[in-house]
Every structure is written in C-alpha cells, then in structure tokens.
C-alpha cells in the first residue's frame, strides 16, 4: 500500500468548530494516515538511531473543552510513551506539516541537551540546514527559521532549557499545506527519513 500524502481536506480537519466535531474530523481523516506514517518509519528509525523506536498518534484525551489546534505522530524509544524523552514527530496544524525532533518540557533529558547546545552551538549553525527553524513551544504553529539563529541565539536556547521548568526545545522542517510535496506520498515518506538522518546528532546528544 502507498502511502497517499496529505490534503486540504487533512488541513480543514483541524479548523472544524467543536471539540467533538474537530475530534471526528480528525480521527476519519488524518489518524489513519499519522498510523500509517508510524508503523512505516518506525523500523528506519530503529535502524537509524540503532534502538527500537515506537510510534504513538496524539489521542487528546485530556481536551474536554478546547479543540487541538494541530495533531501528530510521535517515536521513542519507550513503548510506553514519549513525552518524557527526545524524540521524532510529524504533524500538522491547519497552515502547515512539520518533521521536528524535539525535547519537551516533561523530559529529564532537557539539561543534557543544553549543555550540548551550549558547548556546541557553532558546530549545531552548520549542521542544520538553513531552511529548518527552531521554536521553544510545541503549541505554537510560529518558529525561527535556522537561517535566521545565530549562535547566541543558540546559548539562550540552551540556557532557558536547562534553567526553566516549562522549557522545551524543537527543530526541523516545516512544509506549508500548499506545498506540492505534501500530495506525494512516496516524496513526503523520503523527506521524512533525510529530516529525521539529518536531525539524528541533535537526538543523539540528548542523552
């Protein structure tokens, strides 16, 4: 089976007034697809990052008035979630489809991460491509592109990281939803693996 990419349709989900009517739109037309997505990359992430890596679909369970303003799919290493660790997703608000790795504020890893970045922050300017961006709230759709980060951006990153208990930290490739790429599924599924290998030092010195 191919996998068939994303549509308007995806993205409108995600504008349907109503909690419970966003919730059904969601689940008819973009879950299938996030799932597909996880058990398709799970086994290239396994071998990229060399440690079995689990897919978990955002179930929102916690919302009983305000409807998700975007949803996603997440891999870790942990079977039995990913919150509390470095880890891949792919998701979508209604403007656009982002491929990040990110680090969120419930993780123990934030201050390992730090340190890399703040010891590291030249090497980081010229590992990630220009073209990705940075954003410090993954409920935010806004981000900063890399082009756009200099290496003391870089440090205050790192330093609110590892010294603010509601930090977080997210990089990677943002596709907006006209994007011509996101209607190839076999295209889509290879962007998704070079983002991923391109962001696996930044999940490596997580840890």
């Given at each position: 089976m191919t996998f068939a990419g994303f549509t308007d349709q995806d993205f409108d989900s995600l504008t349907?007034?109503?909690?419970?009517?966003?919730?059904?739109?969601?689940?008819?037309?973009?879950?299938?697809?996030?799932?597909?997505?996880?058990?398709?990359?799970?086994?290239?992430?396994?071998?990229?990052?060399?440690?079995?890596?689990?897919?978990?679909?955002?179930?929102?369970a916690r919302r009983t008035v305000n409807p998700p303003e975007d949803t996603w799919i997440a891999w870790s290493s942990s079977k039995r979630g990913y919150k509390?660790?470095?880890?891949?997703?792919?998701?979508?608000?209604?403007?656009h489809l982002f491929i990040i790795f990110a680090i969120i504020y419930e993780s123990p890893?934030?201050?390992?991460?730090?340190?890399?970045?703040?010891?590291?922050?030249?090497?980081?300017?010229k590992l990630v491509p220009a073209h990705y961006y940075w954003s410090t709230d993954h409920m935010k759709p806004e981000g900063t592109l890399h082009?756009?980060?200099?290496?003391?951006?870089?440090?205050?990153m790192a330093v609110k990281l590892r010294t603010l208990k509601k930090s977080e930290l997210l990089c990677g490739l943002r596709l907006e939803r006209e994007d011509p790429a996101l209607r190839d599924g076999t295209g889509l599924i290879q962007t998704?693996?070079?983002?991923?290998?391109?962001?696996?030092?930044?999940y490596k010195n997580a840890f």
């Amino acid at each position: 089976m191919t996998f068939a990419g994303f549509t308007d349709q995806d993205f409108d989900s995600l504008t349907v007034p109503g909690l419970d009517s966003r919730m059904e739109a969601i689940i008819a037309n973009i879950r299938p697809k996030l799932e597909e997505l996880g058990s398709t990359i799970a086994p290239y992430l396994s071998t990229l990052c060399g440690d079995e890596m689990f897919p978990h679909v955002a179930k929102h369970a916690r919302r009983t008035v305000n409807p998700p303003e975007d949803t996603w799919i997440a891999w870790s290493s942990s079977k039995r979630g990913y919150k509390a660790l470095p880890h891949f997703q792919v998701g979508m608000f209604s403007t656009h489809l982002f491929i990040i790795f990110a680090i969120i504020y419930e993780s123990p890893n934030k201050e390992a991460f730090a340190n890399y970045l703040d010891k590291h922050a030249a090497k980081v300017r010229k590992l990630v491509p220009a073209h990705y961006y940075w954003s410090t709230d993954h409920m935010k759709p806004e981000g900063t592109l890399h082009r756009d980060t200099g290496k003391d951006d870089l440090h205050q990153m790192a330093v609110k990281l590892r010294t603010l208990k509601k930090s977080e930290l997210l990089c990677g490739l943002r596709l907006e939803r006209e994007d011509p790429a996101l209607r190839d599924g076999t295209g889509l599924i290879q962007t998704i693996g070079q983002t991923f290998e391109t962001l696996l030092p930044l999940y490596k010195n997580a840890f």
